[in-house]
């Protein structure tokens, strides 16, 4: 998320964003954890006023985060979920985070991921892919992402 700011303060309804790579941030938030001590978390505190935490680290290792095929083939209808240019139902596997380059047009690393490449090994690719294909028919196709 960017703008922390004005993202938590757009609505009574937001009570808070993850900041940069924000996948810990959230898993954090919702384990019950103590908003004031989660990395990367801008919040409103008890009287409504915004708190910004220090930045969570960058993700090291790629490829050490849980796999999130079973959670999807348990909670998600991936059918009612569109994006236009890509085929329909789809799965996006991302096997890397950040990129070096500046492109102008492109938001991703200025605001997410940053500029330093981190990869999945390709093992790690090939057995997240097999996970998908798996438990998750319906997708037409898997997107890689680099
Ligand atoms: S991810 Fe964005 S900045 Fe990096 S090469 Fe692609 S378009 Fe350019």
Redesign the pocket.
Known sequence: MVLADRNVEASWAIDWVGRKEFDYTCADVAEGRDLATIAGLSYKDQDGKIKHNPSARMIQKHGCAPVGADVYQRDLQIEKYFIGYLLHPYVSLYTGRG?????T??L??QTIGGHKYRVRSPQNVAERNGLHEETLPASAGVFLRR
């Open positions: 990129c070096p380059a500046q492109c047009f492109c991703w690393p």
